[in-house]
Structures are given as C-alpha cells and as structure tokens.
C-alpha cells in the first residue's frame, strides 16, 4: 500500500509541475496515471477537474469535481474545483458558494482566493477580483498564478504599463509559464504589436496545445490581423462575453427589428429589397466567417505541431 501510495505521490507532484509551467495537456496525463494508482484520492479527481476546465471540457469537469467533494466534503481544494466548474459554466450563484467555502477551509492558500476572484471577473466585478488577488499575494508574493491573474484584471482596467510589468516579473523567473505568455501576448494586441503577440500565443501554444487561453489568443491575434474575418471575430467574443441566455436575447430582438423595419420603413420597395439583402449578407457572414476563422487558427495550430515535432 506504501508503494502505491508512493507511486501517487509521484504522479501528483509531476502534475503540479506541470501546472506551474502552464502545460495543461501533460497535467492531465499525469493525473489520470495518478487516478490509475488510486482511483479514490479525491486531490487527483479535483486537480484533474481544474485541468479540464482549463481545456473546456466542463462537462467531464464537472463529474470529477462532484467526485471529489463527495469523497472528501471536507476538502478546501475540492470544494475550489467544484467552484472553478461551475463558474466556467456560469452558475456563479453555486459557484461562490463552494469558494468561499474552500476559503473557509483553507485561508492561506492562494489559490482558492485565485478561484473567487476569477469568479469576480466573470461577473464584471473588476474591483472585487483586484481586491481578493492582493489577498493571495499576501500570502505568497511571488505566486505566479496570483501575479498573471492580477495582471489580467489590470489589463481589462486598461493599465497596459502595470499588466505587461507583471507578465514580465513572472515571464523572468518562470519563462514557460504559459498563463504569463498570453497574457504578455495580450498586452501586445492592445499595443498593435500583433506580430510579437503572435509569437507569444505560439510559445505559450508549444507549452499546452490544447490550453484555451493561448487558443483564445491566437484567436485575437488573427481576428485583428485579418479584416475579412475580424469584425465576425469581435461580434463573436461580444457575444460569447454576454453567456447563452443574453446572447439569446440580442439575436431575438435584432431580428425583430429586422422584421419590423420591413414593416414600417416607408419609401420604394427598391429600399426594402437593400434592407433584406442587406439582412441576407449578414446572416451568410455568419456561415462564412467562422469557416475562414477556423482554416486560418489551424494553419498556425498546424505550424506548432511541426515545431513541437522536429
């Protein structure tokens, strides 16, 4: 039993590694070995949950985060999975809930002040999310995870100059920190310095291919980069950025406008025949920019297949 125990040990020491460089793909691995060895250990099932929410699975998350709390409901770290789940998927009422109990449970631990202020960004509460990050690097200055996240929110307050010395005080003492390359990636876009930005969501895609924040960057990168495809771009991240139900709304009422403009817009029918192409042109762009958007994310994806291979 001391041996597998060891041998759990091993596997889940790997994985923190591999977290705190930024490589969620290898994380994963490592954590299911770790599971394989111990299928019960509730740490392995919530640290795998994290992972999978960084990649977007959620609803594989969301399973073993449940798993965990119900092995361990006295856990800090597995209620902070369950958290960080159901704030991914937008249940921030639930969500607070488990992280401010991991907090209760286990206030000195950074991380689980990481998850709540997470859940402050989300919810458009910048001040809160600045707030609870100080909190964290109270307790640990020098936490990498602290340091970008902070970053993050001083980059959507518009402090470019303190958002990009935060990348650069991580990027100097942990240069695979893949968090810290997108997020200096960020910094560049809003600088116009699409192409250094470019190469950043290229390292930090070298260090987790399958990480949703260097994905989401390269996105950025080329939305901006490439008119023809760019404005979809930004009406797809205003829209994502709004969740499911309001994002409902905004396409129910532009339609109604639609047909209501066809309604009651006096003048020759030429007119209303430019109003209904007009309509037509946007709801093809819909179909055709995201379909450009894709082969030009995987022609760079492709790229860093071939780096990571030779």
Request: aromatic content about 6%.
């Amino acid at each position: 039993m001391s041996g597998g125990n060891g041998e759990l040990l091993r596997w889940m020491h790997e994985a923190d590694v591999h977290i705190a460089s930024g490589n969620n793909r290898a994380a994963i691995d490592s954590l299911k070995r770790a599971l394989s060895v111990d299928p019960e250990s509730a740490d392995a099932h919530a640290l795998l949950a994290v992972c999978l929410t960084d990649g977007r699975r959620l609803h594989a998350a969301d399973i073993e985060a449940r798993r965990a709390v119900g092995l361990a409901p006295d856990s800090a770290f597995a209620h902070h999975a369950l958290g960080v789940v159901l704030t991914a998927r937008r249940d921030f009422r639930m969500a607070e809930e488990h992280l401010r109990r991991a907090i209760d449970l286990s206030p000195e631990d950074p991380a689980v002040h990481r998850g709540l202020a997470r859940l402050w960004r989300l919810k458009g509460r910048p001040a809160d999310a600045e707030r609870t990050l100080r909190e964290a690097l109270a307790l640990d200055p020098l936490d990498p995870g602290s340091l970008t996240d902070l970053g993050e929110v001083r980059l959507g307050r518009g402090d470019l100059t303190e958002a990009e010395r935060l990348a650069h005080e991580v990027l100097a003492d942990a240069p695979d920190h893949a968090g810290a390359q997108i997020l200096m990636g960020r910094v560049r876009v809003h600088q116009g310095r699409l192409e250094e930005a470019r190469e950043h969501a290229l390292t930090a895609l070298r260090l987790d291919p399958q990480g949703s924040g260097a994905l989401d960057l390269m996105a950025e990168v080329k939305g901006r980069s490439n008119p023809v495809v760019g404005l979809w771009w930004r009406f797809n991240a205003w829209m994502g950025s709004l969740g499911d139900g309001r994002a409902i709304v905004v396409l129910l009422v532009a339609f109604a406008l639609y047909r209501t403009t066809l309604i009651l817009l006096p003048g020759p029918p030429g007119l209303l025949d430019a109003v209904r192409w007009a309509w037509m042109a946007v709801v093809a762009y819909s179909w055709v920019g995201p379909l450009l958007f894709q082969r030009l994310v995987k022609k760079e994806l492709g790229e860093v297949r071939l780096e990571r291979d030779f």
